[in-house]
């Protein structure tokens, strides 16, 4: 298997935390999303969405995280990522989906270089528009957290649900947004972070990180 990704890619973070999980090989291939790699003939042929992670198996390229992240679920169930029972993976999935639809999507690089490029807004006005964001997700993921989580987000085994929670803390204390308001989601992601399968899945630690 090889990897698209890219070293601070919240995205491609949450993708080799559990590819790591798994305990499955696969090689990195680095694209450089501040240069437009993303954007080049060679990677929109392999994969037409443009983005990071893309997970090549063979031949066959699957785009999107979710979409990756379901499908090493679905081929490689040990160690399961979900828990058993419809409703606790929902609940699961709630948290997933705060993050990943609600969050992320207006954080990303592209977004960012908007505001900045073609709205012409100064650091201090991105940074009040990422901290409006993270807050209003984190407000909502901490109160799932004070219900449901025990080590991890919910209960004592890891799911993908941590999958995602620690790299958007991880984004987050790079953009040095406050997280006394939030300290089920700081614990968690804490817990998560003394896991050698998250310590390896780090940006610093990505054979592109400077």
């Not at 090549?56 to 040990?78: K, M």
């Amino acid at each position: 298997m090889k990897l698209y990704s890219y070293y601070r890619s919240s995205a491609a973070y949450r993708v080799r935390i559990a590819m790591n999980l798994k305990a499955l090989e696969y090689e990195y291939a680095a694209i450089n999303l501040l240069a437009q790699e993303q954007k080049s003939e060679d990677y929109l042929a392999e994969n037409p969405q443009g983005l990071v992670p893309a997970l090549d198996i063979g031949g066959e390229v699957i785009a999107q995280s979710g979409a990756i992240l379901e499908w090493l679920e679905e081929t490689e169930p040990t160690p399961a990522l979900l828990p058993t029972g419809a409703l606790a993976r929902s609940h699961v999935r709630s948290i997933i989906n705060n993050i990943a639809c609600d969050v992320h999507p207006i954080l990303n690089i592209a977004v960012l270089n908007y505001l900045k490029d073609e709205l012409d807004c100064d650091k201090a006005q991105v940074q009040q528009w990422y901290q409006t964001w993270v807050d209003r997700a984190f407000e909502s993921v901490e109160t799932l957290l004070q219900r449901y989580s025990g080590d991890f987000c919910y209960g004592d085994k890891v799911t993908l649900a941590d999958c995602y929670l620690a790299p958007q803390v991880y984004n987050a204390k790079r953009f040095k947004i406050p997280m006394d308001p939030y300290p089920a989601i700081t614990r968690v992601a804490d817990h998560c972070n003394t896991l050698p399968e998250f310590v390896a899945a780090q940006p610093e630690r990505q054979p592109d990180a400077p």
